[in-house]
């Protein structure tokens, strides 16, 4: 270190540097120096977990970065994205909340966003526009996972993963392939966040009942996507019944909800801002479990010998080491039945999907 490098005007110097950086110290921050203001005096470890958010340029990666520099479990919270990063790194940086953040860009700097996190969320990827299934962004979103989890499994293969990117229904399956290929894969630290499901079944249940929609509880299984989409409005709680006009009216806005927030941004994107909501809400539980925290319980995609296809969302119990156990469905009545079976025909194909992409 410069004998000076502490002195008050040395660190005001790191400081200017950091927000004009000159041509080799620009060079020096593409070659793999993270992008982040330059530390004045060091930070005195602050417990907590680490949390990089990758694709967190995007629409629903900037919204959730914001969320997760307010979580208080987050002491260190790394923004990855292949572009952007750098503005929304100092943007999210002048929250005076206690998360240091750092931002990284591009393939070279993967490997050091990864390094050393305990929570890498997976928000990358192109979201769907009015006409298209979330099937239909595969082969973008495919190759972007894997290459991704090809980052953890080298930077930091015991970290617990959530990934949204879709479509969720066969990127879990590739991430999975990616791992095992690795020789780093643990079923219990992967899962699909499928929370806005959950987060759209309560809003929707609690409309038709009149009631506050954080006193309810909606599980959803089966998978992300359309009729894989499966709420079990017979497990409600508090325990309610509906007729069959409003089962029928529920099951398809649920299933079909993000089609509708897809149609009414009219190109714009998919669902962002709830989404964000609806990570952050995951991740916060998945850090309490890590942090031992009893009775942890979230709907999440993950491998599963609840049926007989290799994963599928079901309530899971969340602890040290990710999902700790994967709940049984409980009992379902004749039309969740003839749902799961519908479900399962096509969360088969997709997970088939997934895993010959990695086979090929
Ligand atoms: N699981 C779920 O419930 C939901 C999943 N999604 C999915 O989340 C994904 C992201 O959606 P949005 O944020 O709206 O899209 P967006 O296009 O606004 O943002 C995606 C970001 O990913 C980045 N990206 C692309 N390739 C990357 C790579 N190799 N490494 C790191 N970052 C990369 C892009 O630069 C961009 O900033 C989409 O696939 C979407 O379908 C969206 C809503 C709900
Ligand atoms: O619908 C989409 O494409 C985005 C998504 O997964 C959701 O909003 O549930």
């Given amino acids: ?84 990063t750098p503005g929304v790194t100092a943007d999210v940086s002048h929250m005076d909340t206690s998360a240091v953040v750092r931002g990284f860009i591009g393939q070279q700097q993967l490997e050091a966003a990864l390094t050393g996190m305990d929570l890498v969320i997976i928000p990358a990827g192109l979201p769907r526009k009015p006409g298209m299934t979330r099937d239909d962004l595969f082969n973008k979103n495919a190759g972007i996972v894997r290459s991704i989890c090809e980052g953890v499994a080298k930077s930091c293969p015991n970290a617990i993963v959530n990934l949204i990117s879709n479509p969720v229904n066969s990127t879990v399956p590739i991430a999975a392939e990616v791992f095992k290929r ?63 006009d409003e089962i029928s009216y529920l099951t398809n806005r649920i299933q079909n909800g993000g089609t509708e927030v897809v149609e009414a941004k009219a190109g714009a994107g998919s669902a962002t ?48 080491g990710g999902a700790e156990e994967i709940l049984p469905l409980g009992p379902l009545n004749d039309f ?16 088939q999907k997934g895993v010959s992409f990695m086979n090929k």
């Fill in 1 to 84: 270190m410069h004998p000076d490098a502490t002195s008050p005007s040395h660190r005001i110097a790191r400081v200017a540097a950091h927000l004009n950086p000159t041509r080799p110290q620009r060079a020096q921050m593409e070659e793999g120096a993270a992008l982040r203001p330059a530390a004045c005096r060091a930070k005195g470890g602050a417990p907590g977990f680490k949390v990089a958010v990758v694709g967190a340029a995007g629409g629903i990666g900037q919204s959730l970065s914001l969320l997760m520099k307010m979580n208080p479990l987050v002491s260190v919270l790394h923004l990855y994205d292949v572009v952007n």
């Fill in 182 to 244: 690795a020789g780093t894969y643990c079923p219990k630290r992967l899962l699909g966040v499928t929370t806005l499901d959950v987060a759209r079944a309560n809003t929707f249940v609690a409309e038709v009942l009149g009631v506050d929609p954080r006193e309810v509880n909606v599980p959803v299984v089966g998978g992300h996507a359309g009729v894989t989409i499966l709420p079990l409005l017979s497990q409600v709680s508090p325990p309610c019944s509906f007729t069959p």
């Fill in 273 to 320: 801002l709830s989404m964000a909501f609806a990570a952050a809400k995951f991740a916060d539980a998945c850090l309490r479990g890590m942090r031992g925290d009893a009775g942890i319980v979230e709907c999440s995609y993950v491998a599963s010998e609840v049926t007989e296809l290799p994963f599928f969302a079901s309530k899971v119990r969340l602890g040290r």
């Fill in 336 to 351: 969740e039945r003839a749902g799961l079976e519908k479900a399962k025909k096509e969360l088969s194909e997709s997970i």
